[in-house]
């Protein structure tokens, strides 16, 4: 599987890591829970996930749902953010990825959630920030794949970090 997203020479770089080394905390909390929710499951449910559960990372979450249109395509919109996630991109929730993000951004959010969907694993996608001119700030990004409870993933849990961007220092 790809370390790297494809490049774009207009967007800074980012890389895929599906060893799930997380550098803060928050990431880390978010795959813990998710881990804890799955089970002995190859995926947790949507259902399963509660606020509470939730509580220690709930303002960096974000939910993508997915939804396969009559040609076979896939759209992809936000189905709620929390707190900080909303302070990055704005009121993005109830939003097609294609109506809030510039083509090449979302190009790189499809790939990243089709690897996902594809692979049924998580993954840390991670590097500088390219969204509303933001790339002083580094992202780190669990990107989690959700059983819809059709036994298909239909919607994907986001849980996200971000922190000045210093190259060679970890997050702050």
Do not use: C
């Amino acid at each position: 599987m790809p370390e790297a997203a494809e490049s774009r020479p207009d967007l800074p770089p980012v890389s895929y890591d599906w060893s799930l080394a997380f550098e803060n905390e928050t990431t880390r909390k978010g795959l813990a829970y998710w881990n804890e929710l799955r089970g002995a499951h190859a995926l947790p449910s949507v259902k399963d996930f509660s606020p509470r559960g939730m509580k220690d990372f709930i303002s960096n979450v974000s939910l993508i749902e997915s939804r396969v249109r009559e040609d076979g395509k896939i759209d992809y919109s936000v189905r709620l953010t929390g707190e900080r996630a909303r302070e990055r991109y704005g009121a993005v929730s109830h939003r097609k990825l294609q109506e809030f993000l510039p083509l090449e951004m979302e190009r790189r959010w499809r790939e990243a959630l089709e690897l996902v969907r594809s692979a049924g694993a998580p993954l840390r996608v991670h590097g500088r920030m390219s969204y509303a001119d933001s790339t002083w700030l580094y992202q780190e990004t669990l990107l989690a794949p959700l059983n819809d409870g059709a036994g298909t993933v239909g919607m994907f849990l986001l849980v996200t970090a971000w922190w000045p961007f210093n190259p060679g220092a970890g997050p702050s």
